[in-house]
C-alpha cells in the first residue's frame, strides 16, 4: 500500500495560514489605537497656557513637539498654526509696547537737544535724531508685522473652501 503524501508546500503553507490567522487575531484583541488629535490636545494646551504666560519660546517648542510626535494629528495643528501665529503676534505687540516706551524716553532727549541753540556742536542733536529715526522705523515694521499676523490668523479661522471642477 502506498502512502500518499501531501506535497511540502502545502504543509508550509497550511502552518502560514493558521499563524497568520493566529496573528491577525491577537491584533484584533489588541488595545485600540488611540486618535492621534486626542493625544495631541494636551500638548496644544500647554502651548496656549504658555503663550498666555509670555513664555513664547516653550509655547513654540510645545507647538513643534506636537508637530513631531503626531504628524497625522491634523485638527489639532491646524489649531497649532493658530496657535502659533498668536505666539507671533502677541510677541510682536510685546516689542511694540516697549519700543514705544523708549521712543517717548528718546524723543525727550531730542526735544531737550534741539532747545539748546549750539550752532557748531550739532553732533549731539544729530546722534539723537537718528536714534529717534530709527526706533521710529523699527516700530513702522512691527507695525507691518502686527497687521500681517491679524490678517493671516483671520485668513486661517475660515474654513476651508470646497476645491473648484
Known amino acids: 500500500m502506498v502512502f500518499l503524501r501531501k506535497p511540502f508546500h502545502v504543509k508550509i503553507m497550511k502552518k502560514l495560514f493558521l499563524i497568520a490567522g493566529a496573528c491577525l487575531m491577537l491584533g484584533a484583541c489588541g488595545p485600540k489605537k488611540q486618535d492621534p488629535n486626542a493625544a495631541a490636545m494636551p500638548l496644544l494646551e500647554t502651548a496656549r497656557t504658555l503663550m498666555f504666560q509670555k513664555n513664547y519660546q516653550a509655547a513654540r517648542d510645545s507647538i513643534q513637539q506636537m508637530r513631531t510626535m503626531f504628524p497625522t494629528a491634523l485638527e489639532v495643528r491646524h489649531q497649532g498654526i493658530l496657535v502659533m501665529d498668536s505666539i507671533e503676534l502677541l510677541q ?4 511694540l509696547n ?25 553732533s549731539p542733536f544729530y546722534d539723537q535724531k537718528n536714534k529717534v529715526f530709527y526706533l521710529r522705523q523699527s516700530i513702522d515694521e512691527l507695525n507691518a508685522k502686527t497687521k500681517f499676523f491679524i490678517r493671516k490668523i483671520e485668513e486661517d479661522k475660515k474654513p476651508a473652501s470646497a476645491p473648484e471642477s
Not at 524716553?105 to 534741539?114: G, W
Request: hydrophobic fraction near 30%; charge should be negative; proline fraction near 0%.
Open 92 to 95: 510682536t505687540q510685546d516689542s
Open 98 to 122: 516697549v519700543l514705544y516706551e523708549v521712543l517717548d524716553v528718546e524723543q525727550q532727549k531730542l526735544d531737550s537737544i534741539s532747545k539748546l541753540n549750539n550752532r557748531g556742536k550739532n
